[in-house]
């Protein structure tokens, strides 16, 4: 069993940064794949960035490609979204997900576990 918590969401404007957190519980962290999906009101939730076990693979969605950045500590058992020139179309709630096999870090129903999420808004 995996818990996640986020953290570092908040308010924004656009062209500003942040950086959300995901700690995660257990001894095997370094096991699992990590990713950040967000689901904006009225919409399906999304993939946004994945990143392997050791850290090496990272895998990125085309709409923050170049703005986002995906990173881990394994040390620390937490993954982190760095998140740069933040746009309007950014604002959703962001959410962490893990998984010890993953086929396609892109789809959502790969994973089976999920934190709580963490609002993030991006004001005009």
């Known amino acids: 069993q995996v818990q996640l918590v986020e953290s570092g969401g908040g308010l924004v404007q656009a062209g500003g940064s942040l950086r959300l957190s995901c700690a995660a519980s257990g001894r095997t962290f370094s096991s699992y794949a990590m990713a950040w999906f967000r689901q904006a009101p009225g919409k399906d939730r999304v993939f946004v960035a994945g990143?392997?076990?050791?850290?090496?693979?990272?895998y990125y969605a085309d709409s923050v490609k170049g703005r986002f950045t995906i990173s881990r500590d394994n040390a620390k058992n937490t993954v982190y979204l760095q998140m740069n020139s933040l746009k309007p179309e950014d604002t959703a709630v962001y959410y962490c997900a893990a998984d010890a096999r993953v086929r396609s870090y892109y789809r959502g129903r790969e994973y089976d576990y999920w934190g709580q999420g963490t609002q993030v808004t991006v004001s005009s």
């Open positions: 990143i392997s076990g050791s850290g090496i693979t990272t």
